[in-house]
């Protein structure tokens, strides 16, 4: 069995698009993934699948919630390098952010340049985009311009919860061995 993270985009926000976990659990466990466990309520999901999770799964998750959510699915591997390349370090979890989108993008370095705080310092390596952001993201207009800049949805998470997941991934591959 191989192990994957899927990080859902926009759920569970403001009121709109909500998932409940437990639905999701189930929805997935009914696919056939095993050893489904997830972190919080904004869309994070740690499971093991022989194959990457595809469109059945997707399908199946879109019946059980009625609305299709985005979804960015990363291999234990994939998700472990993006861990490695992280590089920032800071002692608050909260200031170092991963946005994750499908695709290597061809960002926009002159806009991104426009909408950057002086505070704020970012790099991109395949596709995750990392953002050091020392006064928070609430107000940043790097962080609300970020899709125009790559032409892209992304889905970000800070690094205390990337950290937490990437527990959790190894955490089950050890139980599906």
């Known amino acids: 069995m191989n192990t ?9 926000v403001g009121g709109r698009n909500t998932i409940h976990m437990k639905t999701l659990v189930d929805a997935l466990t009914n696919c056939g993934c095993r050893h489904v466990k997830t972190y919080n309520q904004s869309g994070n ?14 399908l199946s998750i879109g019946n059980a919630v009625g609305f299709s959510p985005d979804i960015i699915t ?26 994750f ?13 426009k909408l950057r705080s002086p505070s704020e310092a970012y790099k991109i ?11 928070g993201i609430g107000r940043s207009k790097l962080v609300a311009g970020l899709a125009s800049c790559l032409d892209y949805s992304v889905t970000g998470r800070n690094l205390n919860t990337i950290l937490k997941l990437d527990k959790l991934m190894s955490d089950i591959a050890r139980e599906g061995v």
């Open 74 to 99: 990363l291999s234990r591997l994939q998700f472990s390098n993006a861990v490695k390349n992280n590089p920032f370090t800071a002692k608050d979890g909260k200031t170092i952010h991963f946005y």
């Open 45 to 58: 999901v740690v499971l093991q699948n022989p194959t990457p999770p595809g469109e059945s799964i997707w």
């Open 4 to 12: 994957y993270v899927l990080l859902f985009r926009g759920i569970n």
């Open 101 to 113: 989108y499908p695709i290597q993008a061809k960002p926009n370095i002159t806009r991104l340049e």
């Open 125 to 135: 390596v395949d596709s995750v985009f990392y953002l050091y952001a020392p006064d």
